[in-house]
């Protein structure tokens, strides 16, 4: 058996991937799959990528590659969700704040420095024509910290995908001040350049098993009530969810890729251009 390590966050995206390691599809052919969840996110795992921890990331694409401008680490292998995320801006229940206007010069709690958090807050203030120069961050590596943060008043507001932070809504311990969708696919799967580079073959196997998977996961029966049970959220909001997001079995097409680096490049937060040649198999 070929042990690979593969590491993502712990939400409804990868839904795909567990299923196919509890049906031993990967095993049916000699890898043992290992999965980790990271709920600190796309910084996190872009460390894990960089630091041998792991083989495989289900990663933000505006994350992967502003690490590998700066790390040269890894390489897209794939794009793994075609659609934008939907990034839900939220400051406490009970907080003042009834607008994104409102939030100009305030604190975004980020999970880390070069995750979707950080990246999106920047796009975000660009898009609002706020002084990016003068943005404060608090760093909170998790969504449970987060909410703290906000409670606490140490940070103003957070950036996270809007169905998974739609049961906090609900609950009345976040409030949804607005959204900012990514003007690029979501997410993309990221390999480790040893790991590519000495099993390539098998890189590609993942990457068929999965892409059989993703094919057809929205016709796999009662799928929004697994959703919704197994991610504690509504069966209403998985269904809209569900009509929202495509997959992808394709690679990572040289525009969407040339969009973010030039973005990241205009909004400072990279300092070199990675090429699309080197870094996308």
């Known amino acids: 058996m070929k042990t690979v390590k593969i ?34 996110g796309t910084g996190k795992m872009c460390d894990m990528l960089a630091n041998n921890e792991t083989d495989f990331a289900i ?12 790390t040269n680490s890894s390489y897209i292998v794939q794009t793994y969700v075609k659609s934008p995320l939907l990034w839900g801006i939220h400051a406490d229940y009970n ?44 760093v909170v590596n998790t969504i449970d910290n ?14 996270w995908e809007r169905f998974m932070t739609k049961p ?21 799967v990221a390999v480790r350049k040893q790991f590519y580079d000495e099993s390539t073959a098998v890189v590609e196997q993942i990457l068929e098993i999965i892409n059989n998977t993703t094919c057809e996961f929205k016709i796999i029966p009662s799928i929004d009530k697994t959703l919704a049970s197994r991610y504690n959220l509504e069966v209403k909001d998985v269904q809209e969810w569900l009509s929202l997001t495509q997959w992808s079995q394709k690679k990572f097409d040289q525009k969407s890729f040339n969009l973010v680096v030039n973005q990241l490049s205009d909004l400072n937060l990279i300092q070199h251009k990675p090429s699309y040649q080197e870094f996308v198999k």
């Open 7 to 40: 590491v993502g966050v712990p939400e409804h995206f990868n839904l795909p991937w567990h299923l196919c390691i509890e049906n031993d599809e990967f095993g049916e052919f000699g890898i043992d799959l290992q999965w980790t969840d990271v709920p600190e």
């Open 168 to 188: 906090m809504v609900d609950a009345k311990v976040f409030k949804k001040i607005g959204e900012c969708p990514t003007p690029w696919p979501s997410f993309v």
């Open 146 to 159: 987060a909410v703290v943060a906000l409670q606490n008043k140490t940070a103003d507001y957070f950036m």
């Open 95 to 138: 907080a003042p704040y009834q607008s994104i206007a409102d939030l100009e010069g305030k604190t975004a709690a980020i999970s880390r420095f070069g995750s979707g958090s950080h990246l999106m807050s920047v796009v975000n203030a660009n898009l609002q024509n706020w002084d990016i120069n003068q943005l404060n961050f608090e």
């Open 59 to 70: 990663i933000l694409t505006e994350g992967i590659i502003k690490n590998i401008a700066t």
